[in-house]
Every structure is written in C-alpha cells, then in structure tokens.
C-alpha cells in the first residue's frame, strides 16, 4: 500500500521566517510527487517534481525531491500572513488504470503570524 | 478552476438516507476522482473513473458507489448514509500529470 507521510504537521512562525516542509513516500510504482495548497476552500496545485536534485521555484516557494531518500522538501522563505494555509504532499502512481491515481500525505498546517 | 462544478455545496442529512454529489466538468477529460477529506488524515480517494462507464475502487471505498454515464458528469452515492461519512467531499479532474479540483461539498450526516 502506497504511504505518504508529512513533517510537521503543524508549524507556528512570524512573517519573515523561513520554514521548510518535510514529505516521505513509499510508493510501489512512482510517477511523480506533487504539493498543494489549501486555504479554505479547494487545494490548489503549486508544483510537479519528478526528477531528482531539480529544483522547482515560485516566487518564495520551492520545492526539491531526493528519490533516494524517497522525500521531498518544500521551502517558503519570507513567510508572509498570507502563507498561513494547509500544505498537502501527494505521490502518483505509474500503473495501469492506477496511472496518476494519488495518494496524499496528512498535510502540514502552517501558521504565519504578523 | 479546470471547470469543475459540485452540487450540492453543503448538504446535511439524516442517517440512513441515499445521498447523490454531482461532479460536473465541461472540458472533456478523461479521469475523474472523488476524495474525501478529514482532520488528520489529508485528502483520501474514494473511487475513481478512467471513462464513461469504467470505475475503480479507491482506499475507502467502503458505504460508497460511483457511475459515469457521460464523460462530464461523476456521481458519487452514499446508498445508506452514516454518521461516519460526514466529511468534505472534493472532485478531481486529471489533466496531463496533476489533478485539480473543485469546490468541494461538505456533507453533515446527523
């Protein structure tokens, strides 16, 4: 059975920190690895990270997978208010009808105080 | 949005009841997924389908059935509702490699 797991699972820091989100995955057949967003409605897609070492960046978010390790971190500098939100790791599956079939991690609950 | 409807939004309803949550899409797309999501536990697949007509259990599937008479339309019932199935129901849609969502529904079974 395919298994993600997240690090914290929650995170209390003032605007202006840096904080760095942990998942792991354990997953039969992996496609690719992706983090979301969820504020108080819908998750909503931030990147898409299938090879090793490559970084991907947004603005003050970005994120790198280790397939070795099986994980991936996601990296927020500056944080601002705005950040405060549910951040979700989720890990594709490659197989069959299976294909892109995800299974998510807990999710992280980040808290940016002013 | 990737076009993506539920209805209803919010819904509550009494144990026992049959309750149907639409998911509408209006771009064609081939996969369709219904997840639920509870405190602790993320977003978890209920069933999913690949086209009209072809379904396939997800990790909690259990209480749920699905159909897919046309490709816009995904239909999850829950045959007997539960108190167990309160939750917010989220709909997907595949596009390339990344799933997007809709709104969501949150369903209070009392």
């Known amino acids: 059975e395919d298994k993600v797991v997240q690090s914290p699972l929650s995170l209390v820091v003032h605007e202006g920190d840096t904080v760095t989100l942990n998942c792991s995955y354990e997953?039969?057949?992996?496609?690719?690895l992706l983090w979301y967003k969820q504020e108080k409605k819908a998750p909503t897609f931030l990147f898409m990270l299938?090879?090793?070492?490559i970084e991907k960046k947004s603005g003050r978010l970005s994120s790198i997978l280790d397939k070795k390790e099986l994980s991936s971190i996601l990296n927020i500098t500056a944080t601002q208010t705005g950040d405060s939100a549910i951040y979700l790791c989720?890990?594709?599956?490659?197989?069959?009808?299976?294909?892109?079939?995800?299974?998510f991690g807990q999710g992280t609950i980040l808290t940016v105080h002013p | 949005d990737a076009g993506i409807t539920q209805s209803p939004r919010h819904k509550v309803t009494e144990t026992g009841t049959p309750v149907t949550l639409r998911c509408h899409q209006t771009?064609?797309?081939?996969?369709m997924y219904w997840y639920r999501q509870d405190p602790g536990h993320g977003l978890r697949l209920i069933h999913y389908?690949?086209?009209?007509?072809?379904?396939d259990k997800g990790e909690v599937s259990d209480g749920y059935s699905v159909s897919r008479s046309k490709t816009e339309d995904f239909l999850l019932t829950l045959e007997s509702a539960t108190s167990s199935q309160t939750s917010v129901y989220f709909c997907?849609?595949?596009?390339?490699?990344?799933?997007?969502f809709g709104p969501g529904t949150r369903l209070t079974v009392l």
């Open positions: 997907a849609i595949r596009e390339e490699d990344t799933q997007y």
């Open positions: 997953v039969t057949n992996f496609r690719s």
């Open positions: 299938t090879s090793s070492g």
């Open positions: 989720a890990v594709a599956n490659a197989g069959g009808t299976s294909y892109g079939k995800l299974t």
């Open positions: 771009e064609n797309h081939r996969y």
């Open positions: 389908s690949y086209g009209v007509k072809d379904t």
